[in-house]
């Protein structure tokens, strides 16, 4: 059974960084196409929020966190990690891991374009 199991949220003062991680198993055949963070916070609808596609490295984030997180991947290209520097209370929110296996992912930053999603970590950012 796949699985997505993130790590590394927690609780920052605004300007403060955290690294989130999250690593796949238990695939049979080829590892996901693309990975990467959603989040989502109380009352609002989840939003992409920064993307890698595993095999070419190109990544893709929302307008709101350009400049300040980083998407980057293991060299196993099956784990992502999520380097947030620069946070902001609006961060606030629970991120969860998404990955699509053996599907072809068109718009990297809308939900429905992946199958498999983590449990999700939670983000909090105090003013």
């Known amino acids: 059974q796949v699985q997505l199991v993130e790590s590394g949220g927690g609780s920052v003062q605004a300007g403060g960084s955290l690294r989130l991680s999250c690593a796949a198993s238990?695939?049979?055949?080829?590892?996901?196409?693309?990975m990467g963070w959603f989040r989502q916070a109380p009352g609002k609808e989840r939003e992409g929020v920064a993307v890698i596609y595993t095999d070419s490295g190109s990544t893709y984030y929302t307008y709101s966190v350009e400049g300040r997180f980083t998407i980057s991947q293991g060299d196993a290209k099956n784990t992502v990690y999520l380097q947030m520097d620069g946070l902001k209370p609006e961060d606030t929110a629970m991120y969860f891991c998404?990955?699509?296996?053996?599907?072809?992912?068109?718009?990297?930053?809308?939900?429905?374009?992946?199958?498999?999603w983590g449990r999700g970590t939670q983000v909090t950012v105090s003013s």
């Open positions: 998404a990955a699509g296996f053996g599907t072809i992912v068109a718009a990297p930053l809308l939900r429905d374009e992946y199958n498999t």
């Open positions: 238990g695939y049979t055949y080829s590892r996901p196409n693309c």
